[in-house]
C-alpha cells in the first residue's frame, strides 16, 4: 500500500497528466456543450504537453542555458521545444474548434450537441 | 509437332475489338454500313480463325506472348487444336448469328448498342478459347461474361434486368471464385501458363481448394446444377440470337475453362488418383436430371430451351467427370453439336416469336404449317437433342456413352438415356403440336404468318444441316477435331 | 549543391508556402489561384518524378532539414514508399484540383475560394511531409497540419451538415492526435530519440527494459492513427466527413488523406518498431481482424446507403481495411498489395468521388434511386463510374484488380487464405452496391433531373477521362508502378 | 434405299406425275422382292465405311438368311400397301410409307448394331408420323405417345448395344453377349411382348386406313424379326409368345372396332411368330419367318377389307354397321363391297389357318416346331380356336350382318391392291415352295398332309361352333372397365409419376432460386440490420454497462474527487496546468477531504461502489453526470450524440488504464 503510494509520488507528473489526459476525455465524453468539448479537449492536450515536459524535467535540474563554469545538471530542452510546437498546434486546433462552434450555433441556434442532434433528425441530409 | 509464333491469334482476338470502335463510330451514321460491318467483322474474323488451320492440322501449336504485366504473369495466346476446335466453331456460329441478326434486331431498339457488344463479345470469346495462361483466360472470361450483360438486358423489361441482375451477381461470384482459384495455382505453382507441365503436383487441400473455386468458376458459366439458377432467367430474355449465342457458345466457354483446368493446371493423373473427378460426375449427374426434368414442366419455349441447356451442359460436364477417351471425343464433340443444335433451336425460336410474337407453347400449334421451313429446322435440331441416329446429337451421346462404358459405370449410360427420354418429352409435343396440331381457331386466333425473311432463314438451315451432316457424314470436320483434340488432351497436352 | 538536391525539402515547402500565399492572390488577382496551384502541385509531381527517378536508380538517401544531422535536425528519408506515396500523392491531387477549378465555385461561396486553395495545398503539404519525413515528432506536426486542413476543407462548404462532420471529424481526430502525442512522448522517455533510422537502432535494447512502455506507446499509436485512417471501429466520423464535404475534397479526403496515416502507421510499424516485437504483441493479428471486420462491414453499410456519396464513403471504410488487411498479413505479397491498394484506391475513389460529384454539379441528385438513366444522359462521368465501380469490384483489366491479386496472393503466402477469401467476399459485396447503379444508369429510362442535366465543363469530364484512363493503363500495365512498390515492399520487410 | 431419296419429293411434285413414280417405285419394289424370292445371291454393301475408324460401325448391310424372308415380306406387302392407298391416300402418307418401309427393309439387312439402330429409329419416327399424319387430336395424342413409347424403346437398344459392344468390342449382329435384358426390352416394345404391348392399339386403329395397312406390315413384324435374329431362343419368349397370342385373342373378341379388332389380332398372330421364334429349331424359325410373310399379307388384306369398309360406309364399329339391323333399304356390306368382302373373307381363312391359304403352312410350321413344348403349344392351340372366332365376328358383323349406304365406292387401286393380296395369299398357300429359297433353314413344305388338314378343320369347326354359341355377346361387344387397361393400370402413372417428378424437380429448382433469392433478401435484411449497427452497438454498449460502464464511474469518481478535492474553487485547469507544486498541495488536501477515496483509486476496487455512492451524494449537484443518466433514466442516454465517440472513448479509457497501471508499477 505504502509502497505504492510512495510510487504514485514519486511519479506524480507522470500520473497526473494521465488523470487530467482522463478528464478530458471524460469531459469530452459526457459534456453535451460544445464549448465544454472544446474544453475537455484542452485539458486532454495539456495533460500530454505536461507528460512530455515532465519527461525532460530533472529534479533539481536548471534551465539549459550555457553559462560559464556551470557544473549542474540541464533538464532537456528538447521536449519544451517540443511542445511549444505542440502547444501551437493546440491553440490552433481550439481556435478552429471554437469557430466551428460559432458556425454551428448560426446554423441551429444552439450549440448543445443533443439539441443538434434532434434538430437533424428532422431532416434529411 | 512444334510451338510456333504466330501473330494471327492476337489478330483473331484483336480484329474485333478494333473493329467494336470502327461500328461504334459507324453507327451514328448509317445503320446500314454498321449491320454489313458487323456481319463482315464476324466473317473476317471467322476466316482468320480458319487461317490457322493448316498449322494445327499439322500438330503444331501457335503462340503468341504479347506482353508481360508481372513475372510469370503475361498476356498470352496458345493455339492448340482444343482452342481452335472451339474457336473455329464460335467465331461460325457467330457469323451466322451476325447475319440473322440483320433481320431480327432491324425492330428492336438499341441496334447501335446491341452489335458493338456483339462483336466484342465476339473478340472476348474468341480471346477465353485462344488464352495462353490461365490469367489471360480470365480476363477475357470476365470480359465476355460482363459484356454479355448487355445482351441479357437488351430488351430492358423488368424481367429482363431482374434477370440480368442475377446474371450478374452469379458472375461476379464466378469469377472471384476463379479468380480465387487462379490466385491459388499461382501460389503454389508460381504460374499459370497453360503451356508448361501440369501445374499442381499431388493433391492438397490447397489444390481442393482450387479445383472447388474452378468449378464454381467455370461451372457457374456452364450452368452447373446448384449455380445454373441465372441460366433459364437470363436466356429467355434476352433477344433470340444473343439467345443462340448465350446457350450456343458461351456456356461452352465454361466447359472450356475446366477441361483446361483439368488437363492443364490439374493433370489428368491427379483427377484419377484424387478421386475429384466423383464430385463433378455428381453433379453432372443432377444437372442433366434437373435441367432435363424441368424443361419438360416449362411453357415458355425459350425457357424451356434454356433448361434444355442445362441438361446439355450436364453431359459435357459428365464427359469430363468420365475423363476415358471416347468419354471425352463425346465431350468436346458434344460441345460442338450442342452449339449447333441449340443455335437452331434458339434462332428458329427466335423466328417464331419475331413473326408471331406468341412464346407460349400451347399458342405454337399449326406453326408448322405456316413456317414450315422454320419449324423443319427446329424439328432437325430438336431430334437432334433427343439423340436419334443420323444427327449429331446422337453421335455424341453415343462417344460419350462409349467412353462411359469404358470407364466401366453404365449407370451414367441409362442417366443418358433418362434424360434422352426426357428430352424426348418435352420436344416432340412442340414438334407434333407444330406440324399436326390445329390451330384452334375458336380460343386463339389463328396464326396467320409468312415465313420468316431470308436473311433469318440462312443462318437457321446453315445451323440445322450442319446438325445433319455431322451426324450422317462421320468423317465430319468437328468429329475429327474432338477426335484429335482427346487425344492431344490425353498425351498430356503440351 | 543544386537546386535538386533539395529537392526533398522543396516538395514539401513550396506548397507549404504557397498555401499562404493563396489568400494574398486571391485579394490580388483571383484568376491566378487556380493556376498557381496547378503548378505548385504540377511542381510538387515532377519533383516527386524526379525523386523517384533517383531513389530507382541510386537507391534511398537521406536529406537533412537546414543541414542539421539527425539526433538534433529533422531529417527527411527518400525511400521508394516515400517517393511512392509522394507520387501519388502529387499524381492523385493534381486532377483532383483541376477538376475543382470548375466544380468549386459551383459549391463554394464566392469569398472563400482562396482559401480553399490553401487549405488544398496546405493538406498536400502535409501529406508530402507525413510521406516523407523520418522523424517522429515532424510526423506529429504534419499530422496535425493534415487534421486541421482536412476539417477545413469540409468546412468551408460552411452547411449546417459539413459543419458538423467537421466539427464531429476534429474532435475526434483531436483525440487521435492526442495518442499520437501521448505515444510519442513515451517512447522519447524511454529512448531518447525521435528519428526513425536511430528509434529503430535503440528500440531493440530499450524493449527489453520497458516492455510495457513500448507496447503502451504502440497502442496509442494504433487508436491514434487508427481513429485517422478511419479503422474499423474507429470510422464513425468517417461518413459524414466525406460525404457532405465538396466533391473534390472528398476525393482528396477519401482517396488520400486516410490512406497517409495508412503509409504513417506502415512506416512506424515495419520501420521503426523491431521486427520481434510482433511477437510480443499481436499487432498484426489484431490489425488483421480488424481489416477484415472493416472490409465486410464497411462494405455492408455502403449497401444500405441512399446517399450515393455516403455509399462511397463507406465504400472507402472498406477499402481502408484493404490496405490494413496487406499491412496485417505481413507477407511480402500481401504488403505489396495494400501498398498498391493506396494508390489504386486513391485514384479510383478520386474518380468515384468526382464522378458523384459531376452527377450532383449537372443535375443535383445525390440520391442513388434517382440516378436512373444518368448513363443515357451523362455518359461519360456514368462511364467513369462504371469503370470506378468496376475497379472496386476488381474486375480484371481494372487496377483494382492487381491490389486483389496480390492481396490474395500474399493471404495465402501468409498460409491464411481465409484471408484470399474475405477479399473475394468484399469484392462480391462491392459488386452487390456498385453494380446496380451502372445498371441503373445505362439501363433505366431517365427521370426528372437526370433527364435533362446540366452542361458538364469539359474540363471535369477531362478529369474523369484521364482518371478512367489511369485505371484501365495501370490495369493492363501494372508494372508501371510494381517497380516501385515491390522494392518498397522488400525495403520495408527487409528481404 | 431410293426411297430415302425419293420421299421427301412426293408431297411436292403434280398429283399425276407422283403416281407414276409411286407406280414405279411399287413396281420396282415388287421386283426387288421377287429378285429376293428367286435366292439370287444378294452382295454384302457397305456404306460410310469411314465410320469405323471412330469405333462406330459404317451403315453396311447383309443378306442374313432371316432378313430375306422378313425383307420380301416388307417389300411385297409395303408395295401392296402403298398401292390400296395409291388414291386415297394423303401425298405426305404416302411419302412417309415409302420412308416406313425403306426403314424396315433397312433393318432387315442391317449387318451391324448401328445401321439397325439407325433404321430402328427412322421406322420409328415414320410410324409415329405416319399417325400424326391424320392429324385429328386423338391422333396426335397417340402418335406422340407412340413416339415417347418407341424411343424410350431405341434408347433401351442403344443401350443394349452399348453393352454388348463393350462386351464384345464388334458392332456385328449377333447373338448379344451383354445387355440382353435391354435388348429384349427393347425388342419387346418393337414387337409388343405383353406389357409393352399398348401402343399397338394406340396407334393402328387411329392412322387413316392406307396407312394402316402400311402400319400392320411393319412394326410388329420387325419385332418379330428382331426376336429371331438377335435373342437367343429361350422358353421364357415361347411361352412370351403364346400368352401374347392369347392374350391378343381375348382382346380382339372384344372389340367391336374392325381396325381395333384387327389390332389386337396382330398381338395374337405376334405370338405365334414369337413362339416360333423362343423356341427355335428349323420349324420354329422357318414357320416364325414364314408367319411373318404370310401374316403380313393377310393382315394387310384384312386392314384393305376394313378400310374399304371405312372408307365405303364411313364406319368401322361393327356395332354401328349392324345397328339397322333388318332395315331391307340398306343393303348388306358384302353386297355393296363384293371385293372387300371376299377379301377379308379369304384373309379372314388365312389367318384361321384353312387349309389352302397361306395361313395354314405357316401354322402347319410352327405347330410342328411347338410340338412337345409344354403349356405353350396348348395356349397356342387355345389361340387358334379363338382367332376362328373373332374372324367369324369380322365377317359376319361386318360383312354380312352389317349394313351400310355405300356412300362411296372403293377406287381402282384399292381393288386391284385387294385381289393381288387374296391372290397372293392362296397362291402361296397352294404353292409355298415359292419361298424356299429363302427360307432360312429350308424347311420342307410339305404341308398338306391329312393331319395337319383334319386339325386346322377342327379348330375351325370348334370355332365356328363357339361363334354361334357366342354369337349374342359378341355382336354387342363388352368394353372392359377402364382400370383394367394397360394404360390405366400401367402406363398411365408410369407416365404421370414421370411428370410428377419433374414437377417436383422443377419445385425443387424454384425453391433453389428461392433460396438464393431469401439468401440475397436475408442478406440485405442483414445489411440493414448493420445500417443501425451504430445504434445496436451502442444499446448492447448501454446495456451490458460492463467495461464501459465501470471505467466511466471510474471517470466519473475521478472528476468528482477532483471537484471535491478543489470545492467551489472551480479553477481546475489553470491550478492543473500552472502550478505543479500547488498541484501537489491540493492533491494532499483532496486527499485528506476525500478521506479513503484516493486509497481505494488507488488499490481497492471492492469499496469502490460504497465510495462512489458517498461521494455521488457529494456531488449531488450533477444532475447531467454520467453515473445518474446510466443508472436513473437510461433513456436518457441519447444513443444519436456522439456515442460512438463514446464507445471509442470508452475504449480509450480502458486502454489508458492498462497503461496505468503498468506504468506505474514498472517505473
Known sequence: MTDTLLRLHQNSYYFFSIVLFIIGFHTMLTHNNLIKKIIGMNIMDTSIFLFFVAIGYVRGGRAPILEPGAGHAYINPLPSALILTGIVVAVSVTAYALSLVVKLYRHYGTIDAEEIMRLRGGETL | ?494 | MSAAAHLPALTVVVPLFFAYLMPLLARWRKSWCAATTLAVLAFTFFSSLYLANRVMSSGPFVYHMGGWAPPWGIEFYVDYLAVFTALTISGIGLPVIVYGIKDLPHELKEGVLGWYYTLYLLLMASMLGMALTNDLFNLFVFVEICAIASCAIISIKESRECVEAAFKYLVLSAVGSGCLLLAIALIYMVTGHLNFTFLAATLPGVMAVYPKNILAALALLMVGLGVKAALFPLHVWLPDAHSSAPSPSSAVLSGLVIKIYAVAMIKLLYKVFPATFAGMAPVMAMLLWMSTLAIIIGSMFAIVQEDIKKMLAYSSIAQIGYVFLGVGLASHNALLGGILHIFNHAMMKAMLFLAAGAFIYATGVRKLSQLKGIGVTMPVPAGAFAIGAMAMVGIPVTNGFWSKWYLALGALDAGKPLFAAVVLVSSLLNGIYYLPIIVNAFFSKPEGAVAKPGRLPAVMTGTLVVLGAGCIIFGIFPSLVLGLVSRATRLLLGL | MGCFVIAPFLPKVSEKLRRNVLVLMLCFMVLLAFYNLSGAELRDFTVLKSLAEIGLAPLSFTAHPYARMAVFGFLFVGAIALLYGLQVADPREQAVSLVAVASAVGIGFSANFVSLFFFWEVLTFSVAILILLKQTPHAINMGYRFMIFHVAGGLLLFLGILQHYAATGSFVVEKPAAGLIFFALAIGFKAAFLPLHVWVAWGYPTASFPTSVVLAGLTTKIGVYAVARILPPHPAIALMGASMAVFGICCALLQKDMRRLLSYHIISQVGYMVAGAGVAGYYGIDGSMLHVVNHMLYKALLFMSAGSVLLAAGTENLHDLGHHGEDRHVPPVWRGLPIAALGALIGALAISGVPPFNGYVSKYLLKKAMYGAGPAEKMLMFASVGTVVSFCKFCYFGFIKGRAHIKRDITFTMKAAIILASASCIVLGVYPYLVKNILPYHSKLTVYNPAGIITALQFLGMGLVAFFALNKVLERGIKPPAWMSMEYLFYGPIYRTVFRCCRIVSKLDRDLDHIYEMSGKSGSILVSFTQRFDGALNDAYEKSGGMARRLAERAEQFDSALDDAYGKSGELAKKLAGKAAEFDDALDNAYEKSGDVAKKLAGKAAELDGALDGMYEKSGSHSRSLWDRLRGRPTDWNIKNLNFDSFLMALMLGLFLFILIYYTRNI
Open chain 2, 1 to 494: 509437332m512444334e510451338v510456333k509464333t504466330s501473330f494471327l491469334p492476337v489478330w483473331v482476338v484483336m480484329f474485333p475489338m478494333l473493329m467494336t470502335f470502327v461500328i461504334y463510330y459507324v453507327e451514328q451514321h448509317s445503320e446500314k454500313m454498321r449491320n454489313a460491318l458487323s456481319v463482315a467483322t464476324a466473317v473476317v474474323t471467322f476466316l482468320s480463325v480458319v487461317a490457322l488451320y493448316p498449322e494445327i492440322v499439322a500438330g503444331n501449336i501457335i503462340e503468341y506472348r504479347m506482353f508481360q504485366l508481372l513475372p510469370n504473369l503475361e498476356i498470352s495466346f496458345r493455339v492448340d487444336i482444343l482452342s481452335f476446335s472451339l474457336a473455329v466453331l464460335s467465331s461460325f456460329v457467330w457469323m451466322l448469328v451476325a447475319v440473322y441478326s440483320v433481320d431480327y434486331m432491324c425492330k428492336e431498339h438499341g441496334c447501335n448498342r446491341y452489335y458493338p457488344v456483339l462483336i466484342i463479345t465476339l473478340a472476348s470469346c474468341m480471346g477465353i478459347f485462344m488464352a495462353g495462361d490461365l490469367f489471360t483466360l480470365f480476363v477475357f472470361f470476365e470480359a465476355m461474361s460482363l459484356i454479355s450483360y448487355v445482351l441479357v438486358v437488351h430488351e430492358e423489361t423488368v424481367d429482363a434486368l431482374k434477370a440480368g441482375y442475377k446474371y450478374l451477381i452469379m458472375t461476379i461470384i464466378g469469377g472471384l471464385a476463379l479468380f480465387f482459384g487462379i490466385i491459388i495455382t499461382f501460389e503454389v505453382a508460381g504460374t499459370v501458363s497453360l503451356s508448361g507441365p501440369t501445374l499442381f503436383g499431388e493433391p492438397t487441400a490447397l489444390g481442393f481448394f482450387a479445383f472447388i473455386s474452378f468449378l464454381i468458376g467455370f461451372g457457374m458459366k456452364a450452368g452447373m446444377f446448384p449455380l445454373h439458377v441465372w441460366l433459364p432467367d437470363a436466356h429467355p430474355v434476352a433477344p433470340s440470337p444473343a439467345s443462340a449465342l448465350l446457350s450456343g457458345i458461351m456456356l461452352k466457354t465454361g466447359a472450356y475453362g475446366l477441361l483446361r483446368v483439368i488437363f492443364h493446371v490439374f493433370g489428368i493423373e491427379l483427377m484419377r488418383e484424387s478421386g475429384w473427378t466423383l464430385i463433378l460426375a455428381v453433379i453432372a449427374v443432377i444437372t442433366i436430371l434437373l435441367g432435363s426434368a424441368v424443361a419438360i414442366t416449362q411453357e415458355d419455349l425459350k425457357r424451356r430451351l434454356a433448361y434444355s441447356s442445362i441438361g446439355q451442359m450436364g453431359y459435357i460436364l459428365l464427359g469430363m467427370a468420365i475423363l476415358t477417351e471416347r468419354a471425352l471425343i463425346g465431350n468436346i464433340f458434344h460441345i460442338f453439336s450442342h452449339a449447333f443444335m441449340k443455335s437452331t433451336l434458339f434462332l428458329a425460336a427466335g423466328a417464331i416469336i419475331l413473326k408471331t410474337g406468341k412464346r407460349n407453347i400451347k399458342d405454337l400449334g399449326g406453326i408448322g404449317r405456316q413456317m414450315p421451313f422454320t419449324m423443319f429446322a427446329f424439328t432437325l435440331a430438336a431430334l437432334a437433342m433427343i439423340g436419334i441416329p443420323p444427327f449429331n446429337g446422337f453421335l455424341s451421346k453415343w462417344t460419350l456413352a462409349l467412353g462411359a462404358m469404358d470407364a466401366g459405370v453404365p449407370f451414367y449410360v441409362i442417366i443418358l438415356l433418362v434424360s434422352s427420354l426426357l428430352n424426348g418429352l418435352y420436344y416432340l409435343p412442340i414438334i407434333i403440336a407444330a406440324f399436326f396440331g390445329a390451330e384452334h381457331g375458336h380460343e386463339h386466333e389463328p396464326i396467320k404468318v409468312n415465313e420468316a425473311p431470308y436473311k433469318m432463314l440462312i443462318p437457321i438451315a446453315i445451323l440445322a444441316v450442319s446438325c445433319l451432316l455431322f451426324g450422317l457424314l462421320p468423317t465430319n470436320l468437328p468429329f475429327d477435331l474432338s477426335r484429335v483434340a482427346a487425344d492431344f488432351l490425353l498425351r498430356g497436352g503440351f
